[in-house]
């Protein structure tokens, strides 16, 4: 990894140790210092000129993220890529700084199976109210099924898709209370 | 309008109370439609505008009274319309800000007066359609789906009707006419049309009848009964009135039942149809329903139909067939010896080749015409000759055709059906999230069970699993392969995945970087390649290289202590290979291609583990192996003895019973036999014994005690550890296989005297006679070899001769199968020498002697050569020996002096020199010029054909005839030689005989000079 080396010493120092810090205190150690170094110099590496303008936030905005995760990650969903910025930018400043890179990035490279469980958790949870209601996996499934012309209502088959994922989420017992439909919560 | 409002309309909050609509594009498009649709309902259906509904839709409006102008009657803050219904009231009733409507008509003219606030008007309106109005649109669309589901439903019932249509028509007469003509045999004298004329949609009744669904008349005539007219339609098949004399016309009047086809009616109408039928069943093989697919192309009528009436008659079909063939090779092959399986093979080669030769004839016909369907066809049955050719002589029953006993078309599908179905719709519309969706609930199904496995097959679920095999998907070809691994364990399913093409394209994913994608396919492909061309398939596509290089992944497995998170997956994609490469080993070519692809070395390796899960895939290919010659090697070369011997030792019975298997196997070499003593292998195998629950495990350590007792020194380790009493005691109660393997480890065991005592003393010859009375051939080669060993002790022969044991060997000499005579013939001899008054036991069995003396006629060398030795024996007795020469036995047995068999030439010079004690027989020999050929016996490199040929010519000597032959053919260079020899017996025998050729010589002399 070539690229900005010595761009900004001073900064890279600084998330690397308060990242350190962070990481610790959040029990994940799981990313090597060099592992966070070069994440930090992709970041600049993909930031390229836009942070040789003075006077604005140094990081990646809504639409260059969302090309990053088309072009490396090959995602074509416009709801998914838009949650998974979502998901990166901590802060909800529409842009995602060096720290929310390695923060995200690194739930994505090493986080352990519950770290990843949480963040798909808070990318499908469209309103953010701790709930993934059926209304949210419809959105998310929307597109998912190919139109049949002699389907009398296309969206059935969503419904009926949305119904087995949920079941099957409340079935894995993994964050049961999290995962509960909000109108079976109502009935109970 | 309440699906579209409650699933696509963005309302503000979910779940129930004051909702409103959210103020997007979308809602309103919605708002708009409904608009227009509303407005322009009076002009559209005027009539139904003026329906009055029995709820007024009621919400709170923004519309000024004073807006109302003609045919509404304003006063102040209220409104209410000229127009009343029934009971007087106004259809429109505005009281602000609460307005009512009871009908379409009166709500156009609202939005009308509305002008710009129509959008308004028709949000409020939608917004406060309250909770009791919803309910009644839910029971609306639930009646509607009800009414959907009805007629669903008995569009199914009425599929279900069997019906008939010509092709089928067609088919059952060709079929049948194949099997009618005169003779017993047949299933029918004849069936004929009424009409040559057969009209282009296939019916051969007049059109007139035709509209009434008849297709054609047919003229039956079966053995038992008078010609029968007979119609069949699409309801079925029915007696009608017959032909009148007269004109030869057809009172086409319905006379009997209707019947669902013709050969329903048949087996009810005549009761030889019926029997030779189920015989012709048998024999007819699998060509008419296989025919059947081919006609389709020609059908225009009743298609749907067709195709559950086809599949339900060639099940039928299938399964007699089947039913036929696996009574067939039963009685052949009741036992797993690999010899026995060889015959059955035959047989079923035979079957085969018949039934090719049928496809092909059938391919010159109609050359003109060659559907894809029938290429594919021959294409088939040239694999099958070839699959015939590289079958495995170690293949199992399981290989056999299943039936394919397709779903009931009539039987209630159960509810797991119709879901599959669903998701299967899914897995073929949805993009990635949905096909992974559906593909994890599918796997939630209980896909062991039959009806969810042919589920997903019959709604084309298949299909789409493999076609997802071809995707760059990941995570769908891993969803993909857990279901297919799981429903392979179905043979039919196995049978369609091959159809389908599968197998090429799992064999390419094992090329693929992801191990878990590696195991999966391994293990499907494992699944899968349970039959013969599934494997060959296999093969062809270079699946069995990369199987083995899978083994390969194990290279560090040596040490689990230290295997690491990738060791762990390495040593599963080993194992996985493995158990592929089981599967596959089961034909001869495959494990040809194995060794070729340098997996012995490999398998070697991965026996080093100590992992149970993989030592059993590997002992079992080795022990699959282990039945060439190479492997037998191979595993010497490898060392892989020393590590089966060590796994017998497990607790895992798979494992003991594969390396029993395997070592069951290897043991015919004698080299092998030792490794397995030195290894100390003979002391678990004798313990298992003790075990007989197991009864699989238990015929392989009995097998592998059989071969190892080969050797003597092994039998002696077997008697140290009391094994030989165990076996005794496994004689009674116990499967044939077991059986087969207990009594020939007997048999070994018997060549030795304190063995025989052993035997004797836990009463063992009582079962070993009482086996004498079997089938199975097998098992009567051993026993009679037992029975044999124990008869050389005169105190056991008592015990034999007493339960009637010679009897029942001498009545084996009748069996069919040249092994079990020769056997039975070997154990004769050592029971006539030790019996007491032999002669005379030997002539109380009636026909006995003739019966011995004609097997001489046999063409098998070991018949011929163990029925000697028991003539030599019966010629003892000078009165048995006069009843021999009476069947002719010189003849016979000078026939077959010209051989070069050693064994049947010393058995053969025995007997002629035994027989020439008798009468004129040493001049008949010469008579029939066995002297001649006995004389180059003396050529052999076998002593004991030297002594035996040598007292023969003592014996055949005292004729001066004989002995001029003797000497024309150079006898007495070769007797001199003899003299000098070290055998006792020889130099006598061969002396005695110079002697007298030398006397004949002075006699000659004497004569000529006095």
């Known amino acids: 990894m070539d690229g900005h080396p010595s761009t900004h010493p001073s900064m890279d120092t600084w998330v690397t140790s308060t990242f350190c810090e962070y990481s610790c205190y959040e029990h994940w150690c799981t990313v090597s210092k060099f592992e966070v170094k070069c994440l930090i110099n992709l970041f600049y590496n993909l930031v390229g000129e836009v942070t040789e303008r003075q006077g604005m936030i140094i990081g990646l905005d809504r639409n260059a993220f969302r090309n990053i995760l088309h072009m490396t990650f090959g995602m074509t969903d416009d709801m998914i890529m838009d949650r998974v910025f979502r998901g990166f930018d901590k802060d909800n400043d529409g842009c995602i700084s060096v720290t929310e890179w390695v923060y995200g990035l690194s739930v994505f490279l090493r986080g352990t199976l519950e770290e990843k469980m949480k963040y798909c958790f808070e990318v499908f949870d469209l309103n953010g109210d701790s709930f993934i209601s059926k209304e949210e996996m419809f959105h998310m499934l929307k597109n998912s099924l190919l139109k049949q012309p002699s389907e009398e209502d296309p969206d059935e088959g969503i419904k009926d898709l949305v119904e087995i994922t949920l079941k099957k989420m409340s079935q894995s017992e993994f964050e049961a209370q999290v995962f509960k439909d909000p109108n079976e919560f109502n009935e109970v | ?1010």
């Open chain 2, 1 to 1010: 309008m309440g699906v579209a409002l409650t699933r696509s309309a963005q309302w503000t909050a979910a779940g129930h109370g004051a909702k409103t609509l959210e103020v997007t594009p979308l809602n309103e498009a919605i708002v708009k439609e409904i608009i227009m649709f509303v407005e322009s309902f009076i002009y559209k259906y005027p009539q139904e505008a003026n329906y009055v509904f029995v709820e007024p839709l009621e919400w709170k409006t923004n519309l000024d009274p004073s807006a109302f102008g003609s045919g509404y009657a304003v006063s102040g803050t209220t409104v209410k319309s000229e127009e009343v219904d029934k009971n007087g009231e106004p259809l429109l009733y505005l009281s602000v800000p609460q307005i009512k409507i009871r009908s379409f008509g009166q709500l156009s003219r609202m939005l009308y007066i509305a002008k710009n606030m129509k959008l308004k008007e028709a949000q409020a309106c939608i917004e406060d359609d309250d909770s009791e109005s919803e309910i009644k649109m839910k029971i609306a669309l639930q009646l509607k789906q009800l009414d959907l589901h009805l007629l669903n439903h008995s569009l199914k019932h009425i599929s279900l009707e069997i019906r008939l249509n010509p092709g089928t028509v067609k088919n059952d007469i060709e079929l049948l006419k194949q099997f009618s003509g005169k003779g017993k045999q047949t299933v029918l004298e004849s069936i004929e049309y009424t009409s040559d004329y057969e009209f282009s949609n296939g019916c051969r009744a007049p059109p007139w009848r035709q509209i009434k669904g008849e297709i054609c008349y047919v003229l039956v005539k079966p053995h038992d009964a008078e010609t029968l007219c007979v119609t069949c339609s699409k309801e079925g098949v029915f007696l009608n009135g017959g032909k009148t004399d007269d004109e030869g016309q057809i009172n086409y009047e319905r006379k009997g039942e209707i019947y669902k086809d013709l050969v329903t009616l048949l087996k009810e109408k005549s009761a030889i149809f019926s029997e030779n039928m189920s015989k012709q069943e048998i024999k007819f093989s699998e060509q008419p329903q296989k025919d059947q697919p081919n006609e389709a192309p020609k059908e225009e009528v009743a298609i749907t139909h067709k195709a559950s009436v086809t599949s339900r008659k060639s099940t039928q079909e299938k399964n007699r067939i089947n039913l036929g063939r696996s009574q067939l090779t039963k009685r052949l092959e009741p036992s797993l010896n690999w010899r026995t399986s060889v015959s059955s093979k035959e047989s079923r080669n035979t079957l085969r080749d018949t039934q090719v030769e049928k496809h092909g004839g059938k391919l010159e016909k109609s050359r003109s015409s060659v559907s894809p369907g029938r290429a594919q066809l021959i294409r088939k049955s040239v694999e099958k000759i070839e699959e015939i050719i590289s079958d495995s002589s170690s293949e199992s029953e399981e290989d056999e055709e299943q039936p394919d006993h397709r779903q009931e078309a009539n039987a209630d599908l159960p509810s797991e059906y119709w879901q599959i179905q669903k998701l299967v719709k899914y897995l073929k519309g949805g993009n990635q999230t949905a096909t992974v969706i559906a593909l994890c609930s599918m796997k939630d199904f209980n896909l062991a069970q039959e009806t969810c496995q042919l589920a997903i097959r019959d709604v084309g679920g298949l299909e789409v699993l493999i076609n997802l095999l071809e995707t760059d998907e990941v995570k769908c070809k891993i969803g993909s392969l857990k279901i297919l691994k799981e429903i392979s364990h179905n043979p039919q399913i196995r049978r369609n995945i091959v159809d389908l093409g599968g197998l090429p394209v799992m064999v390419n994913i094992l090329d693929s970087p992801h191990k878990s994608l590696k195991c999966l396919a391994a293990e499907t492909i494992a699944n899968v390649a349970k039959f013969r061309r599934a494997r060959r398939v296999v093969r062809r596509h270079g699946g069995i290289t990369k199987l083995v290089a899978l083994l390969d992944c194990g290279k560090h497995s040596g040490e689990p202590a230290q295997s690491s998170l990738y060791e762990t997956r390495d040593v599963e994609v080993a194992r996985c290979g493995a158990l592929a490469l089981w599967s596959c080993s089961k034909s001869y070519a495959n494990k040809e291609a194995i060794r070729k692809a340098g997996g012995i070395p490999l398998l070697a390796r991965l026996l080093k583990t100590s992992h149970e899960n993989m030592l059993i895939p590997v002992v079992g290919t080795l022990q699959e192996c282990a039945s060439e010659e190479n492997y037998r090697a191979a595993i010497k070369a490898e060392r892989i003895i020393e590590n089966l011997v060590k796994n017998l030792n497990s607790e895992n019975e798979q494992l003991q019973e594969h390396c029993a298997m395997a070592i069951y196997q290897c043991a015919e070499d004698e080299e092998t036999r030792d490794l397995v003593r030195l290894h100390g292998g003979l002391k678990p195998l004798a313990s298992l014994l003790n075990n007989t629950d197991n009864k699989e495990r238990l015929a392989a350590v009995t097998g592998a005690i059989w071969k190892c007792s080969i050797s003597k020194e092994n039998v002696t380790k077997f008697r140290e550890y009391k094994a030989i009493e165990t076996l005794v005691g496994l004689l009674t109660d116990q499967p044939e296989e077991v059986l087969v393997n207990v009594v020939g480890a007997l048999g070994e065991c018997c060549q030795e005297h304190e063995n025989r005592v052993i035997i004797r003393r836990c009463g063992g010859i009582q079962p070993l006679v009482n086996l004498l009375v079997g089938i199975n051939q097998a098992l009567l080669v051993n026993v009679t070899k037992a029975v044999g060993a124990c008869a050389v002790e005169p105190e056991s022969m008592m015990i034999i001769d007493r339960l009637d044991g010679v009897r029942l060997l001498w009545s084996l000499l009748k069996n069919p199968h040249p092994d079990v005579k020769a056997s039975a013939a070997w154990a004769l001899c050592p029971c006539i020498q030790n019996a007491k008054d032999a002669g005379e036991m030997v002539r109380s069995f009636v026909g006995g002697l003739e019966l011995v003396v004609n097997l001489l006629k046999s063409d098998n060398k070991e018949v011929l050569a163990s029925v000697c030795a028991v003539i030599t024996n019966i010629a003892k007795d000078q009165e048995n020996l006069a009843v021999i020469t009476d069947h002719g036995v010189v003849p016979l047995l000078s026939k077959l002096a010209n051989t070069n068999n050693d064994k049947l030439r010393r058995h053969l010079a025995e007997t002629i020199s035994r027989c020439c004690m008798w009468g004129r027989n040493r001049v008949a020999f010469g008579e029939h010029k066995a002297v001649a050929p006995l004389v180059r016996y003396l050529k052999s490199n076998d002593t004991n054909v030297h002594r035996a040929t040598a007292q023969a010519l003592y014996q055949l000597s005292e004729d001066a005839d004989n002995c001029v032959t003797m000497h024309e053919n150079g006898a007495v260079k070769l007797l001199l030689d003899m003299v000098g020899s070290p055998d006792e017996e020889l130099q006598e025998a061969a002396a005695g005989c110079i002697s007298n050729i030398r006397r004949l010589a002075l006699a000659i002399e004497k004569a000529r000079y006095s």
